[in-house]
T-cell receptor, first 113, second 109 residues
Framework: DAGITQSPRHKVTETGTPVTLRCHQTENHRYMYWYRQDPGHGLRLIHY???????DKGEVSDGYSVSRSKTEDFLLTLESATSSQTSVYFC????????????FGPGTRLTVL | RKEVEQDPGPFNVPEGATVAFNCTYS??????FFWYRQDCRKEPKLLMS???SGNEDGRFTAQLNRASQYISLLIRDSKLSDSATYLCGSGGATNKLIFGTGTLLAVQP
């Protein structure tokens, strides 16, 4: 299995609070991705990174920001959490972007009350 | 219209059956295609990449039809352990892999 960890694995928070999710990889892959998965919507890309300090938006980026200050860590921040952001968040990595297999982390289950 | 579409199912099939899923994509610039398997409350894991010439891995066969813009997954001799959600993914000129909503397969004893 690819070396990807996500923290926390579960989190319950209240509306309006900031939340940061962390993705850590030990594979030295260039590309890192944040997805959310919801019933009826499948996996949707939030943001992705193609290198340190290089990030771009996905299809559902509103309300989220990301940072990547080193190869192994990709942070997802919800500046002010809303109930609509209750979801399962998956991080993924790949060596060569979409031409390559994406390996997923175990996921973070976030509940916003 | 979603960029990648799948029949959500569920597909309920008996053990030993052959089952096929299709996945359509709307971006004609898509260049890479994948099938992932996701077990309940787990992360997706790559099942197969889909090549232009088609590819086979044991009981699993994946095909790409560029003219009609769909990919398919055929599972022969279904096992109980094949029960899962199957996600297709399509990647284009950007570095974004777009997934379908997944097809749920339930193999019955």
């Amino acid at each position: 299995d690819a070396g990807i960890t996500q923290s926390p694995r579960h989190k319950v928070t209240e509306t309006g609070t900031p939340v940061t999710l962390r993705c850590h990889q030990t594979e030295n892959h260039r590309y890192m991705y944040w997805y959310r998965q919801d019933p009826g919507h499948g996996l949707r890309l939030i943001h992705y990174s193609y290198g340190v300090k290089d990030t771009d938006k996905g299809e559902v980026s509103d309300g989220y920001s990301v940072s990547r200050s080193k190869t192994e860590d990709f942070l997802l921040t919800l500046e002010s959490a809303t109930s609509s952001q209750t979801s399962v968040y998956f991080c993924a990595i790949s060596e060569r972007g979409v031409r390559d297999t994406q390996y997923f982390g175990p996921g973070t289950r976030l509940t916003v009350l | 219209r979603k960029e990648v579409e799948q029949d959500p199912g569920p597909f309920n099939v008996p053990e030993g059956a052959t089952v096929a899923f299709n996945c359509t994509y709307s971006n004609s610039a898509s260049q890479s295609f994948f099938w992932y398997r996701q077990d309940c409350r787990k992360e997706p894991k790559l099942l197969m990449s889909v090549y232009s010439s088609g590819n086979e891995d044991g009981r699993f066969t994946a095909q790409l039809n560029r003219a009609s813009q769909y990919i398919s997954l055929l599972i022969r001799d279904s096992k109980l352990s094949d029960s899962a959600t199957y996600l297709c993914g399509s990647g284009g000129a950007t570095n974004k892999l777009i997934f379908g909503t997944g097809t749920l397969l339930a193999v019955q004893p």
